[in-house]
């Protein structure tokens, strides 16, 4: 009997051992096998030992307030934010984001009180995204390197969500369903049949894209740009697919602009939403490309670019015609006062050079992997090796990495698009290894493309580099800088607020957000760069001896000044003048015009009431 029993367990063990290999080589199963034992990784080691249920980063804050304005009533054409700046701030957020996680706290506040439901929603709504992006990431290496890309992809994808922010609970800002949509349209656009259905759900991606955020224009041009070279160049045998695309984004950007753009609005040009000029662009561009594909697709391949050359100059003509002032860098319109004291420590907005002077121990986390990957699809196409499929790669990676040179942000976008063509290198070092066992070289070499290939191995390496250098003061300071600026602008801190009547509150712009999302309070700055007066009267507050600033506070109409010294913003005004009100009040010489009001718990935040 036990001879039986062992038999038809090893059977038993074996055969699921099959299935499981068998579930593995498809595509939907492996991308849940894969999502599922990632969210729940993340759901174990976020989770349990969360303090707060809403990201770090002031976006996270701010998409809530937005949310809960929109479930208070407030419409949905109307992107004001009310309690933001003298006489509001018109945000250039859209509502495609906000409406599901809207609808999450609604749907989960049917059975949880209201912060609860908050705190469910919040993980919910990151936490999903990871499912179609890993399919995203799944389809594009499948289509260029088989099964084994396809695991290697998801792998090296999982390992890039765990050690980003982007799809933790909490995250809540718009950047984790912009890499999945970026994701997806590389993943239809590597659909070596160009079937019409991949082409559509490109174009609707690229218009959802554009739609969300402008981050993303750079990478949607180059994907238009794919399609559009890739028509001329195959012709007829591409027509399908590029007809599909080109009227795929023109319908749906149509559909996304009249659906979420306040009529009143049609005719403004806005370069940091979807307005006017990206729309007219994206329609105008998607419908000359399916008008191209449609009776061009015929000509000849001189003559077909030749049509391309055409298309290309009535987009170019109206892109200066009508939205001229977004073929330059809209921040650079900013007062130079806000660039030099809030753009520039911006840590998402810092540029290479930037990050080189702060942070050097970091650049190989936000670069090396796509420059090794722009690298390999250079190599890849010297020799002739999958060139259609690496060119795709070079162009998307090239523009993602290009713009993360200037804006380190970017490096997301070129870290995964990355994945693709290094995932066909480690299937090569692989093969190379098996094949010479007895080559201890061939089995380094290997190992090290794989780390090579993780953003998280360079930044694990450069940060021990760093620890190693940083004396034992300069680490106490680091961790003692980091509990400081947490501590105002938590819910403690900001407690004293809801004990006074609703008025204008002047603080740090990093501080604005949690003011906004634990009070009721109004405040007249938030780091957002649509509202550039708040911005600047808070920093001529700062900076402005005490009597000066007194004009400035009155003028604002502020009801309440909200200041911690150790806000990393307000020490830095400190320091640039000493005679400011900010460095007065830090010394404890209070102006006869404020009052004391009160005093924060566990935090050197201090409440001062301006009085006649």
Known sequence: MTNVAEITGRATSAFSLTKLRTLLTRLWPSVLIYSGVLIAAIAAMRLPNATDYVGPDNDDGMRLVEARDLLAGQGWF????????????????????????????????????????????????????????MLAMAIAARRIGGIAAMHISLGLTALTVMTSGRFLPGAIDHHNVQLCLVAMMIAMLL??????????????????????????????????ITVAISWAWHGEIYAAAAKAFGLSMALFISIFFFGTISPRLYSTVTCDSLSLGFYSLSAIGGGLLLAVAVCASHLSRSLRFVALAGVGAIVAVSALVIAPQCLHNPMNDLDPMLIELWLNGISEARSIIAMGRTEPYSLGAFYAVGLLGVGTCVFRIFHRDRVEIHLILLLLLGVSWAIALVQVRGAAFSNMISILPLALLIIDMRRFSNGERENIAAALCYIMVVLASVPAAWAVAGGFVEMQRKTPEEKQNAAKEDDETNSCKSRDAVAPLNTIPVGMIAASSEMGVPILRFTGQHVLTAPYHRNPQGMLTELHIGLSDPKEAEAFLRGAGVTMLAFCKDDPLTAALRKLKSEGLYAQLAK?????????????KSVEYYLFKPVD
């Open 78 to 133: 109307d992107l004001m934010q009310y309690r933001l700046g003298v006489g509001g701030t018109l945000m250039h957020w859209s509502r495609l984001v906000d409406l599901p996680l809207a609808s999450l706290i609604r749907f989960f506040g049917l059975f949880l009180s209201t912060e609860k439901a908050e705190t469910v929603a919040l993980a919910v709504w990151p936490l999903s995204l990871i499912i179609p992006l």
């Open 191 to 224: 659909d070596e049949k160009y079937r019409a259905w991949s082409y559509t759900i490109a174009g609707f991606c690229a218009a959802l894209a554009i739609a969300i955020g402008a981050e993303t224009t750079p990478v949607v041009a180059a994907v238009c």
């Open 588 to 600: 404890g010489n209070i102006p006869s015009y404020l009052r004391p009001f009160a005093k924060a």
